[in-house]
């Protein structure tokens, strides 16, 4: 339910799709509006407990909808197989150190909400809309979407966003061994993903005559 919040911030560093059967769709990330069609997919539902979401395993097995919780294909979800929160929201990394810069923010993301409750304090679960609001702006435009911050009631840039959960996570990252990967996400915000360097490709071959195809 907390770590939802910050998935779109996630999806718009590791953006990579923008073209579909060699078209240029307007999207930096095309491949969760395809993902998104199936059932069971997109933002996750709003949990209780671990016990609600075996009560929702065994409503979806009992029925013979799901016989494998593999089979939800939510943004964000339980492992089947270990103790973690399996990330899905974002795209395929093109480059290894943008996927290891991903991994190293959300797990340092996941290391500091763990903390949080230790603490027994929580970050603050958000209506599944205003997440959605966030998700379609990074799919849309990546880096340079304006992500909404609840908390302040304002639109940032994912540049500044990008800035703030990095000094908020630098304890977790230096725990884990992973603060020059967290660093890096920085310079993905302020450089582009995968999806800005094939846009920019495909925009260089269309100003020097190239067919658009």
Not at 116 to 128: C, E, K, P
Not at 167 to 190: K, N
């Amino acid at each position: 339910n907390q770590v939802a919040y910050f998935l779109p911030h996630l999806l718009a560093l590791s953006t990579s799709s923008p073209f579909w059967h060699g078209q240029d769709t307007g999207l930096k990330a095309y491949r969760r509006a395809v993902a998104d069609e199936l059932p069971r997919s997109g933002s996750p539902e709003h949990l209780e407990s671990w016990r609600d979401w075996e009560r929702l395993l065994a409503i979806l097995a009992e029925t013979g909808l799901v016989t494998d919780p593999s089979m939800i294909w939510w943004d964000v979800r339980p492992s089947a197989k270990h103790p973690t929160l399996e990330l899905r929201i974002t795209d395929i990394c093109t480059e290894v150190e943008d996927a290891l810069t991903i991994a190293a923010l959300y797990q340092s993301l996941l290391r500091h909400l763990w903390r949080l409750r230790l603490r027994n304090q929580t970050w603050r679960s958000y209506r599944r809309i205003l997440i959605e609001e966030n998700k379609w702006r990074a799919q849309r435009w990546g880096i340079e979407a304006e992500l909404a911050d609840f908390a302040a009631g304002c639109l940032k840039t994912v540049p500044d966003l990008v800035a703030e959960l990095i000094e908020m996570l630098r304890e977790d990252a230096e725990a884990l061994g992973c603060l020059p990967e967290l660093e890096r996400a920085a310079g993905i915000a302020r450089d582009g993903t995968s999806a800005d360097r094939q846009l920019a490709v495909y925009r260089a071959v269309l100003e020097e005559g190239g067919a658009d195809e």
